[in-house]
């Protein structure tokens, strides 16, 4: 079974930058892709974006695309999420995903970490 912890959640002031981990463990060969997305109170979960563990290629969301990046390091099992520019809007619980292909679409995805606080504020 696979499982996902993220980190690197916090406080950040606008204009400030954060970069979230994904780490997996345990069945880490049946994965192909990682999924970013995020929840804000009385919001529904929102794609950001998802790599695939296989090419490294990836897609985003057009809210995100420039401003956020994600990239994996196949030997630590880790996926990364890059947040520039935040805004108080990106704040949010990150959750990423796996066990489905690389979209942006949240049933597509089996496996889902425990989720990160971002609070963007001054």
């Not at 204009?15 to 192909?32: F, H, I, N, P, Q």
């Amino acid at each position: 079974q696979l499982q996902l912890v993220e980190s690197g959640g916090g406080l950040v002031q606008p204009g400030g930058s954060l970069r979230l981990a994904c780490a997996a463990s345990g069945s880490t060969s049946d994965y192909v892709a990682i999924g970013w997305f995020r929840q804000a109170p009385g919001k529904e979960r929102e794609g950001l974006g998802c790599i695939s563990t296989w090419d490294g290629s990836t897609n985003y969301a057009a809210s995100v695309k420039g401003r956020f990046s994600i990239s994996r390091d196949k030997a630590k099992n880790t996926a990364y999420l890059q947040m520039n520019s935040l805004k108080p809007e990106d704040t949010a619980i990150y959750y990423c995903a796996a066990n489905g292909p690389c979209e942006l679409h949240a049933g597509g995805y089996g496996s889902w970490g425990q989720g990160t606080q971002v609070t963007v504020s001054s």
